[in-house]
């Protein structure tokens, strides 16, 4: 089932729809998969969007007037989209797969916490990008970009954490596609798995003055070796922000960090840069 709001909404920096103490003032009697997370109409949705100053950074970027789309045909999964001005494939700002879930942690993880499962907001897939812009040899792609990026991403994190709270969510989950995605998300989220987070931490030490573009390249494409010579391949594991004090105690907990510096002083890569020279020549601006 798709619901679309075809009318421009307040100008940016406008006060929200509805005040906060009233913002979902009723939801818990609306259930059923035509809502936003079965809760939530558009209309509550775009208010928080308002609320979090959503509209007056797309109008700094000219990404003016927005059109929206929830498509609840997979719910529990349900897909939520943001358009410059029409609905098309091509005008899409954000793309977000979402839904509600149980974080089952498993029993040699299960460091300082009080349960093995937790209610989280589940990030399926997530894109932000800006199709007004392209990119060129003075703007190049990361993996799986077909725009630049919008540069929201804290800005969209904090009004999913705002949802999470009023839900009463222990956490967000996420699964990230990439290793940049990993990279950019560590800012917010940690890995449940210590030795995932050592492993990630360890290739941005080996490579400090390798960008992250040029890095996210060279994983992508099996030019970084282990020190075994092998290929290493990107295989994402769970990432959580913790909301909840018993979630938090797993990421704060003596044996975490313990096993995190441990991966972290055992791995160990190195970049086959004839590999990377190889692909990177034909995307514009890469090899600078």
């Known amino acids: 089932m798709t619901d679309r709001s075809k009318r421009p909404l307040s100008s940016p920096g406008a006060k929200p729809l509805l005040v ?28 928080v969007l ?11 970027r000219d990404l003016w007037p927005l ?11 349900q897909r939520f989209q943001i358009f410059y ?33 937790y209610k989280v907001l589940v990030f399926d897939w997530l894109t932000l990008q800006n199709p007004l812009l392209d990119f060129g040899p003075n703007r190049t792609p990361l993996p799986g970009q077909e725009h630049p990026g919008l540069g929201l991403s804290r800005k969209v994190i904090d009004i999913f ?3 999470a709270r009023l839900m009463k969510m222990d956490g967000m989950l996420a699964y990230p596609a990439y290793f940049h995605n990993a990279v950019l998300f560590s800012k917010f989220f940690h890995f449940v798995n210590p030795d995932k987070t050592g492993e990630v931490d360890s290739i941005r030490r080996d ?9 996210a390249w060279i994983v992508h494409w099996g030019c970084l070796r282990d020190k075994a010579g092998r290929p290493y391949e990107w295989a994402a594991e769970e990432q959580v922000f913790p ?9 704060r907990h003596q044996i975490y960090r313990m096993k995190a510096r441990y991966s972290f002083r055992r791995h ?6 004839e590999c990377f020279r190889a692909k990177a020549a034909g995307i514009p601006g890469l090899l600078k």
């Open 243 to 251: 909301l909840s004090r018993s979630l938090r105690r797993h990421f």
């Open 85 to 117: 001005k029409r609905p098309d494939p091509e005008n899409v700002i954000v793309d977000l797969k979402i839904k509600e879930g149980r974080l089952q942690v498993k029993n040699h993880l299960t460091l300082g916490l009080s349960s093995r499962e």
């Open 50 to 60: 308002a609320h979090k100053n959503f509209f007056r950074e797309a109008k700094k």
């Open 207 to 215: 490579f400090r003055k390798v960008s992250l573009k040029k890095l």
């Open 268 to 273: 160990h890569y190195s970049i086959d840069w």
């Open 20 to 47: 906060e103490e009233d913002l979902f003032s009723g939801v818990g009697r609306l259930q059923g998969s035509s809502l936003f997370l079965g809760r939530y109409s558009l209309a509550e949705v775009i208010a």
């Open 67 to 77: 059109d929206y789309g929830v498509d609840s045909s997979e719910y529990p999964l």
């Open 161 to 163: 954490t705002y949802l």
